[in-house]
């Protein structure tokens, strides 16, 4: 039974790069979820998808930020021209039909914006 | 917006010792979700709790769903250091699936 998985891991990167993260979720599960962590607090909701279609976004997403899940499997999450503040565990969960609210999460893809 | 406050925020045990921490809301939630993170990592699911009232297991953890559903407890028995790590309590906020987090409660267990 293979979880939630992230790629990569760990990404440094210079203030007003690009960069994207994937997320693979468990298969079977039809919703997936972005998830913000800085330093100290809870994660924080960004956006959502059931299959393909992104169905919210928090105000957290700014216009610099764009996720998709084009096949309804893995998804992606870019953020463009990234800043210091951007700096953060980017987390990725995925729940199930039975029960939408109960998410598992992935390891998480930690960002250090330069 | 929905809150949720856990308390204690931080705990000091020695292993073996039984742990309590609790979640409340100020408002209702449906669904209760109590979490493990290790740092560095994604958090791990420990117990869902679907009813007011449910009281659930799993191995030394035992969480309640609170009668007045704006409240949760997790207790975990007889500690050992692998516990260590920060737990959150989580919800669902309002008619959506989008999670709130508590604040954590960061447990330390001493050999």
């Known amino acids: 039974d293979t979880g939630v998985s992230q790629d990569p891991r760990h990404k440094i990167t210079k203030r007003g790069q690009n960069v994207t993260f994937r997320c693979d979720p468990i298969?079977?599960?039809?919703?997936l979820y972005w998830y913000r962590q800085t330093l100290g607090q809870g994660p924080e909701f960004l956006t959502y998808?059931?299959?393909?279609?992104?169905?919210?976004k928090s105000r957290l997403l700014s216009d610099r930020f764009s996720a998709e899940r084009p096949k309804g499997s893995f998804s992606t999450l870019e953020i463009q021209r990234t800043e210091q503040g951007d700096s953060a565990m980017y987390l990725c969960?995925?729940?199930?039909?039975?029960?939408?609210?109960?998410?598992?999460f992935g390891p998480g893809t930690r960002l250090t914006v330069l | 917006g929905q809150q949720l406050n856990q308390s204690p925020q931080s705990m000091f045990i020695q292993e073996g010792e039984d742990v309590s921490m609790n979640c409340t809301s100020s408002?209702?939630?449906?669904?209760w979700l109590w979490y493990k993170q290790d740092p560095g990592e994604g958090p791990v699911l420990l117990i869902a709790?679907?009813?007011?009232?449910e009281l659930t297991s799993n191995g030394r953890l035992t969480a309640q769903f609170g009668i007045t559903r704006k409240d949760s407890f997790l207790n975990i028995s007889a500690s050992i250091p692998s516990d260590v790590g920060i737990y959150f309590c989580?919800?669902?906020?309002?008619?959506?699936?989008?999670?709130?987090f508590g604040t954590g409660t960061r447990l330390q267990v001493f050999p």
């Open positions: 969960a995925s729940s199930p039909r039975s029960h939408t609210d109960t998410q598992y």
């Open positions: 989580a919800g669902p906020a309002g008619d959506t699936d989008k999670l709130i």
């Open positions: 709790l679907y009813k007011a009232g």
């Open positions: 408002s209702i939630f449906n669904t």
């Open positions: 298969s079977e599960h039809n919703r």
């Open positions: 998808f059931q299959n393909e279609a992104q169905l919210e």
